[in-house]
């Protein structure tokens, strides 16, 4: 059974920085596109980041381009993803994804509140 379990969310001022990870088990990953999704308060989800796994390409949302990186270490089943030049706006739920058409799988998400 696939599971994703983030964590590393917290409060931080806004110019700081944080990195969440999300812990993958169940599955071999290699073939998977891993990601990065956030839920702000009354608004719909939306795409931070993609990964994927076996080669490392990497997709960012416009919106925080330059200031997320998204990275995985094999060794540890474990994606990251470092928030820099963090903004009140960055405030959410992260969660993480495994996408392996058609499936994806998500995580619980890990809370992220940026204050101004």
């Known amino acids: 059974q696939v599971q994703l379990v983030e964590s590393g969310g917290g409060l931080v001022q806004a110019g700081g920085s944080l990195r969440l990870s999300c812990a993958a088990s169940?599955?071999?990953?290699?073939?998977?596109?891993m990601g990065w999704f956030r839920q702000a308060p009354g608004k719909e989800r939306e795409f931070v980041a993609f990964?994927?796994?076996?080669?490392?390409?990497?997709v960012y949302a416009d919106s925080v381009k330059g200031r997320f990186t998204i990275s995985r270490d094999s060794a540890k089943n474990t994606v990251y993803l470092q928030m820099n030049s963090l903004k009140p706006e960055d405030t959410a739920v992260y969660s993480c994804?495994?996408?392996?058409?058609?499936?994806?799988?998500w995580g619980k998400g890990t809370l992220v509140t940026v204050s101004a």
């Open positions: 994804t495994a996408e392996l058409p058609p499936i994806t799988y």
């Open positions: 169940g599955r071999t990953f290699s073939t998977y596109r």
């Open positions: 990964i994927h796994w076996s080669g490392g390409n990497t």
